[in-house]
């Protein structure tokens, strides 16, 4: 049976627990694993532009011996040019997985549901579960532990928040939103997230006031106020997000020591400031960097 990856709700602790003990041993001996997916190809489509994701995915796939190749957003116009599921039983045929950047989430959905081989959700409007593992990785290799760890995202309610949610409950890693009213993430994965981390005696809180939010946490996240496919509510977000700056005033109020984190790319001056940003207190790049270490260990689980 085929494994996919397309949202962190369907993947269990030890799953998780498993990708980061893989990804300890990737960061130590790169060499070790240089061709463990020797012969292997994946497929990166991708409906929205990337950096990090795209790079990560290609580089990492090269580091394990195995090719990646990138179809842009006109080459297959999926699901006008070409229906979802042609796509995936043509791919499949040819690949041995399917990396897809896309704005619905139904998209992912039906790619895995037709494509015979692995489907790796690299964002969707819903879901960026490569993005929170990363993060929660990240976390854990600076802080050392995860029982009795804060988080607190300020910021939009959006896929980064949703599965970081989902990746913070199961590992028991405490968990506080700060988003302004109507910007709250999906109603369904709080509810959820919150009912898995009471069984891990951890905590999901959700506040409608940064300054609660961050009182005394040990991590500070924070993403764009505006994502893909938002930029006409731009204007309004501004005014709206306002108070939800990750600023000096507002880090004053975490532990002395708070790691501050920004899954990038950053609108600097807006969601975040260069002081904060750039301050020794930044994990930013360290997880930008982890999200190449992270996927690697995903694309063997899956792949070999």
């Not at 997916?37 to 795209?54: D, V």
């Not at 490569?130 to 607190?152: F, M, N, P, W």
């Not at 990038?264 to 930008?288: C, M, W, Y």
């Amino acid at each position: 049976m085929k494994k996919d990856l397309i949202s962190i709700s369907a993947k269990s602790t030890k799953e998780i627990e498993e990708i980061f003990a893989l990804t300890d041993k990737l960061k130590k001996d790169k060499d070790k694993y240089s061709k463990v997916l020797s012969g292997k190809t994946i497929a990166l489509i991708f409906q929205k532009p990337s950096n990090r994701t795209r790079v990560s995915f290609e580089v990492g796939m090269y580091q394990l011996g195995g090719n990646s190749f990138y179809l842009a957003p006109n080459e297959i116009s999926l699901g006008v040019r070409e229906s979802v599921k042609d796509v995936a039983k043509t791919l499949s045929r040819y690949v041995d997985g399917i990396v897809l950047r896309t704005f619905e989430h139904k998209n992912i959905l039906d790619l895995a549901k037709f494509a015979d081989v692995p489907v790796i959700n690299g964002l969707s409007d819903f879901s960026h579960p490569c993005q929170a593992l990363a993060d929660v990785y990240t976390i854990k290799e600076k802080l050392k532990v995860s029982k009795g760890v804060t988080l607190a995202y300020v910021g939009d309610g959006n896929n980064v928040c949703n599965s970081l949610l989902y990746t913070c409950a199961k590992i028991g890693l405490n968990m506080n939103v700060g988003a302004p009213k109507g910007y709250e993430p999906d109603r369904s994965v709080l509810k959820e997230s919150k009912s898995i981390a009471k069984s891990k005696k951890a905590f999901i809180s959700l506040f409608n006031n940064p300054y609660e939010a961050v009182k005394g946490v040990d991590v500070i996240y924070t993403d764009v106020w505006t994502s893909m496919g938002q930029e006409k509510e731009a204007k309004v977000r501004k005014k709206i997000f306002k108070e939800f700056q990750v600023n000096k005033n507002l880090i004053g109020l975490a532990n002395k020591n708070v790691l501050i984190m920004h899954c990038l790319p950053a609108h600097r001056g807006e969601e975040i400031t260069d002081e904060v940003i750039d301050s020794k207190n930044s994990v930013v790049f360290d997880q930008a960097e982890n999200r190449m270490h992270v996927q690697k260990a995903i694309l063997i689980k899956l792949l070999k």
